[in-house]
């Protein structure tokens, strides 16, 4: 390997961040790093090579993807220990964030191989800069379990989280995603959908859980593309938050019907969550 820039060394592994939508975010480093290193392990050899092309990057390229990497893992880090230089890359934005990568890093710190990361784009702080929800502290929950208990489970796990959410999310999966979502938060938590980011039909749309719900399952180009769903933390509700009319339905349902049902009903009747009704409800009960 030719060696321009004297931070571009052999045995080395360098993460690179590759654009998520638009070819221009890459950064001149990251193009550097990937004319000069041996071999670029990418996800997908075809995906990539237009990004090469675009670049005139003419670095031999190998597969590295979730199905081979267990098993092509071992002879990459004996490359890199024999002293040459690779960088792996996914199909969009930084390896290892809902992509392929884990185990070849985690076998390369274990082996001693110098691991550089070469920093850029990725959904998940792209959404999050522009979503207008906190950015002081997020949870980021990659994708959520495809089956709908499981879906249900863990959106269920997370409605008392109070730092914002960040989930990615599939297209096809969208409309389930945003309904289960309304169930586990409330229909008045507020929430994004950033779609398309740094392509042509880029959105970035806030507003409430339910309406997001409605807007969404309404317009279908909604539900095409690349989605990452932003959800406002949970905070803690003030007995005023539970407004005067929510309360009233509660209670008229309690007259009839035990806390657990009640709050249930009162949840899709209000909008509000089904937990801070119930817990509303306990509290009403107990002072009778
Ligand atoms: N490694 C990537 C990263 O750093 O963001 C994520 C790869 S993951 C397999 C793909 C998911 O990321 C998509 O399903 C979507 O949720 C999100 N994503 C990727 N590109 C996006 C874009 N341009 N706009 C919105 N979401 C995107």
Not at 16 to 32: F, M
Not at 38 to 48: F, K, W
Request: glycine fraction near 6%; proline fraction near 4%.
């Amino acid at each position: 390997m030719t060696v321009h820039d004297p931070e571009i060394g052999g045995g080395t592994l360098y993460v690179v961040a590759t654009p998520i939508g638009h070819l221009g975010d890459i950064s001149a480093r990251a193009i550097e790093v990937l004319k000069q290193v041996d071999r670029i392990a990418a996800e997908d050899t075809r995906h990539s090579g237009r990004l090469l092309q675009h670049y005139a990057i003419q670095t031999p390229m190998l597969a590295l993807h979730e199905h081979n990497e267990r098993q092509a893992a071992p002879a990459l880090i004996e490359q890199l220990r024999a002293g040459q230089s690779i960088a792996l890359i996914s199909d969009a934005g930084t390896p290892l964030i809902s992509d392929p990568g884990f185990n070849l890093v985690k076998l390369a710190r274990q082996a001693g191989v110098r691991v550089v990361p070469i920093p850029g784009p990725s959904a998940l702080v792209c959404a999050l800069s522009a979503a207008g929800l906190a950015t002081d502290r997020f949870v980021f929950e990659g994708f959520l379990p495809a089956k709908a208990t499981a879906r249900h489970n863990r959106l269920a796990q997370l409605a008392r989280e109070s730092r914002t959410l960040v989930f990615y999310e599939s297209s096809h999966r969208i409309v389930d995603c945003l309904a289960d979502m309304v169930e586990a938060f409330g229909a008045s938590r507020r929430a994004v959908l950033a779609r398309e980011l740094t392509k042509q039909f880029e959105t970035i749309h806030q507003d409430e859980l339910g309406a997001l719900q409605r807007w969404v399952e309404a317009d279908s180009n909604q539900q095409k593309g690349e989605i990452v769903v932003l959800v406002e933390g949970w905070s803690q509700p003030d007995d005023n938050v539970l407004d005067a009319e929510a309360e009233r339905v509660l209670q008229i349902l309690m007259e009839e019907l035990p806390v657990r049902t009640a709050a249930k009903l009162a949840a899709r009747l209000t909008g509000l969550n089904k937990r801070d009704l119930y817990e509303r409800g306990v509290a009403l009960k107990n002072n009778e």
